[in-house]
């Protein structure tokens, strides 16, 4: 599979402050998939989307689906402690079996 | 509980000897696939099998052998020829290619296994 550019590669933030990321690709999309790993564990699926322009959240997990069909952003609101973690991005094209995925977005929370 | 298991969580290898991971699934997932994960970078995939008695290589396949003789199991052996075998080693699964459903293509992944080669 081809790899994705997400951004940024890392970010510090405080506890409390919203935070966005992104993944862009120079190809169309049928899926836009959202994980989030721990250290040493397996990735957990945070959101699943499948329809262009696409808006869907998941606690104070908000992902869209971008209209062009090649982005897709994820924001957490109001960050918390456990929010510590690697972010990644995936889609999978349409003629494909395969995800394709982003290199990750390590989240570290100050207290 | 229906998911997907890996074991052992952690494994030692001397050089030279071939290491076999395991994964297991209980969710009727027709789709399983290997991938490697090393520091910094995203996941690459080894090996997938859409159905059982098949598979494909993935990116990485060189090294690597798989087979799929049940639909809930997909072991993984690293064997003495890849160059550079430490690394995590994650489990996935999904219900395979529906073009009418693209929830199909949701992957749900193992807890992985990391390898050290000594």
């Known amino acids: 599979g081809q790899q994705l550019n997400q951004s940024p590669q890392s970010m510090f933030i405080q506890e409390g402050e919203d935070v966005s990321m992104n993944c862009t690709s120079s190809?169309?999309?049928?899926?836009w998939l959202w994980y989030k790993q721990d250290p040493g564990e397996g990735p957990v699926l945070l959101i699943a989307?499948?329809?262009?322009?696409e808006l869907t959240s998941n606690g104070r997990l908000t992902a869209q689906f971008g209209i062009t069909r090649k982005d897709s952003f994820l924001n957490i609101s109001a960050s918390i402690p456990s929010d510590v973690g690697i972010y990644f991005c995936?889609?999978?094209?349409?003629?494909?079996?395969?995800?394709?995925f982003g290199a990750g977005t390590t989240v570290t929370v100050r207290a | 509980d229906g998911g997907i298991t890996q074991s052992p969580k952690y494994l030692f290898r001397k050089e030279g000897q071939n290491v076999t991971l395991s994964c297991e699934q209980n969710?009727?997932?027709?789709?399983m696939y290997w991938y490697r994960q090393d520091p910094g970078q995203g996941l690459r995939l080894i090996y997938y099998?859409?159905?059982?008695?098949?598979?494909q290589k993935g990116d990485i396949a060189e090294g690597y052998s798989v087979s799929r003789e049940k639909k809930e199991s997909f072991p993984l052996t690293v064997t003495s020829a890849q160059k550079n075998p430490t690394a995590f080693y994650l489990c996935?699964?999904?219900?395979?290619?529906?073009?009418?459903?693209?929830?199909?293509?949701?992957?749900?992944f193992g807890p992985g296994t990391r390898l050290t080669v000594l």
């Open positions: 190809s169309i999309f049928n899926t």
């Open positions: 099998s859409q159905i059982v008695n098949d598979f």
């Open positions: 995936a889609g999978q094209l349409s003629n494909d079996y395969k995800l394709s």
């Open positions: 989307l499948y329809k262009a322009g």
């Open positions: 969710l009727n997932h027709d789709a």
């Open positions: 996935a699964s999904n219900w395979g290619r529906d073009i009418t459903d693209p929830s199909t293509d949701t992957q749900y």
